[in-house]
């Protein structure tokens, strides 16, 4: 009897073991399944409902027949609506052949590495990161190089790490800006400098700017906006965060013409099309001029400010107050304990439920991450119980 046929390259290159990441969370819903009353705030989802006129927009497209096979790039009206959209971030006309429209934002970032990097070439990603990106990462097969973001400097990145991490195979840099899980956002000089170094060295810049409609402090500056480097960067954007449309699966990636189109022929043979009705939903969520994002912002700092009232003057357990995002890292070193036992001790405890953020990368350790996606009244009963579990330690 002969053995089986073994795996691409490709496919053992992705672990089949469940992400660290998300143990605690997890358990956690396991428990909720079975009847215990836990708060999570260990997961990004937004409390909201997407906006009526989407809804309303999803029945009348299936109405209208809209549930064929679409354009593999994206159907015209929403490559429109996303152009118009970051046509204002860039300050420069973003046109169609830059836009390619992607079922969500991970799948626009593993798109387009894998259409700008390959097996054997240097990727730098600052670390804390997005855990569920480890294993885009992994599919494209190149050897990731991190550089810290140390809580000591808010989570800004060194400029002089940056370039001490490049090697003759670098051949890109992802980022994620605004940050997730930290919440922190570059400046327009930060962002200069890392789009330099990139010219510099013939890199590509991968921009992730999912949360940019939530910034609290300063200015956001997308990668679209760096004159002179419009041959290099790359922006990711979705509706998922900004609009409530998690499920949806609505994204998109914008880059050079010539890369959108190497896209497309990836697109072409990994999708051949995504659901038109998704896409013209879509549409009509980007044309409110940015009203319901501005909305979710305002509930978001509101909560924040709830969050820091009840947490901070605490010995054990700091808040950092994020620059944007919906999520607020919190620093429990002084408690004593690593932040995967201090998430499970207040799981059983208080039954509360948040992220243990070493799992996002070294420079995590000593964090957890708490989600503002949950009403005001439950928000504040969860961080009462997050402070009365720290200050008993």
């Not at 890199?203 to 910034?215: G, P």
């Amino acid at each position: 009897m002969t053995s089986a046929p073994g795996f691409s390259a490709l496919s053992l290159r992705l672990s089949d073991e469940p992400d660290p990441a998300w143990e605690v969370h997890a358990l956690a819903a396991q428990r909720r399944a079975a009847g215990e009353d836990i708060i999570m705030l260990s997961i990004g989802e937004p409390d909201s409902p997407p906006p009526a006129a989407v809804l309303t927009e999803i029945e009348a497209s299936i109405a209208r027949g809209r549930t064929r096979y679409s354009n593999a790039r994206g159907e015209d009206s929403v490559i429109a609506a996303i152009c118009a959209y970051a046509t204002k971030q860039a300050g420069r006309e973003i046109r169609p052949e830059h836009v390619n429209f992607f079922p969500g934002a991970q799948t626009a970032l593993f798109g387009m590495l894998m259409t700008v990097v390959g097996p054997g070439d240097g990727l730098i990603v600052p670390e804390p990161f997005y855990a569920p990106y480890t294993q885009v990462l992994g599919a494209t097969g190149v050897e990731v190089s991190h550089i810290a973001l140390h809580p000591e400097h808010a989570f800004h990145p060194s400029i002089d790490e940056l370039h001490a991490a490049i090697s003759s195979r670098t051949r890109a840099m992802v980022i994620t800006n605004p940050h997730n899980p930290t919440g922190s956002v570059l400046t327009r000089d930060e962002l200069m400098a890392i789009a330099e170094l990139c010219r510099e060295h013939n890199m590509w810049l991968v921009a992730d700017e999912v949360y940019n409609e939530f910034i609290y402090e300063g200015e956001f500056t997308s990668v679209l906006a760096l004159e002179g480097y419009e041959d290099r960067t790359i922006a990711l954007g979705t509706l998922s965060k900004s609009y409530a449309m998690t499920g949806f699966r609505h994204g998109w990636a914008i880059s050079p013409a010539e890369a959108g189109a190497r896209a497309g022929v990836l697109l072409e043979a990994m999708l051949f099309g995504c659901v038109q009705f998704i896409q013209d939903a879509g549409t009509v969520a980007l044309s409110d001029g940015g009203a319901f994002p501005r909305a979710e912002r305002e509930k978001y700092l509101r909560r924040l400010d709830k969050v820091m009232a009840e947490l901070e003057g605490s010995d054990v357990i700091h808040p950092r107050r994020p620059e944007a995002g919906m999520f607020v890292m919190i620093d429990i070193r002084p408690s004593g304990l690593d932040a995967d036992t201090f998430a499970k001790r207040l799981l059983d405890e208080q039954k509360v439920a948040v992220l243990p953020t070493h799992t996002f990368g070294p420079s995590g350790a000593g964090h957890i991450r708490i989600s503002l996606g949950m009403d005001d009244d439950t928000l504040v009963e969860a961080t009462r119980r997050i402070r009365r579990f720290a200050d008993a330690l």
